[in-house]
């Protein structure tokens, strides 16, 4: 059995939000898209049970995001509870990777994004609060557990990160494709349109400097293959393909079906539920969820 709606997109994959709570502050969060104030984190167990039914419809891939996932203390032994899945994957900070890379690994986490606006001590604090010290070990612990191929998710901001993609393309080389570069057009969720980036303009660079361009099904994301390295280019807005191949549902941290990144008017609450009556609930979301841009 498939989880389809109207628009002919069958569910493949979950991401989850675990929990609202960051240790960061980065200016242009989108918080998923959820910007509800939230008190009540469901339990691992709620999501298990999501994931659960999920797999009885079809779904074979998991991405835990949040917040910061790392923030629950619980994360590895959600992991270990979920069922046999295709891929486990994780969004991060990676700030706390270097202590905690290792026991996710083992308790099943196949590999993670790690955010990493900017490689400069002080473009680095200035955008997060945080020390980007603690990421680049991050990353190297995430590399050395084999929790790979690590994408490291770099959102372009005009006059801060915009001219430092030739850095960030030499830095992963030494990982020797272990490492991925996926440069993200922001997202304005929070009155951030003056940094936004002319997306044409980087997608003309990348490919004035790859040896080959391909492209992948999913949102038509471009992949560009630039001396050792592969660098990956995410356009969201106003991108008909993005939502036309969208083939996520969305779980908020309070156990909440979430049809659209984009939207908050068509939650389904799957709070504290059996997977029977969540797998029942997911068939009902499906009639909520509709393309954002329809192109
Ligand atoms: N704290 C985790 C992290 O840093 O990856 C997970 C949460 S974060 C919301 C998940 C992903 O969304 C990150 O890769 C981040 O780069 C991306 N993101 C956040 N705000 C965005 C925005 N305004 N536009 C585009 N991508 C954004």
Redo the contacts with the bound molecule.
Sequence with gaps: MQLTDDYGRTIKSLRI?LTNR?N?R?L?????GDNRELKNESTAETFVNIVRAAKELGVSKVKF?????LMRDDFEDIIRALPELKDIS?????TYLEKRAQSLADSGLNRV???L?SLSPEKYRGVTGGDVNTVLKGIDAAVDCGLTPVKL???LLKGINDTGIGDMMDFIRQYDGNVIL?L???????G?SGYSVDIDGVEKFLESRASEVRERSMHRRRKYFIDGVEVEL?R?IDNSHFCANCTRLRVTSDGKLKPCLLRNDNLVDVNNKEPQEITGLMKFAMGNREPYYKG
């Design positions: 939000s960051c960061l980065c242009y969060c989108h918080r998923e995001s949040g917040g910061e996932p994780a969004t991060t900070n990676g994004n790690i955010s606006p998710n770099m959102v996926q993200i057009e922001l997202m304005d969720f929070r951030t995410v969201p």
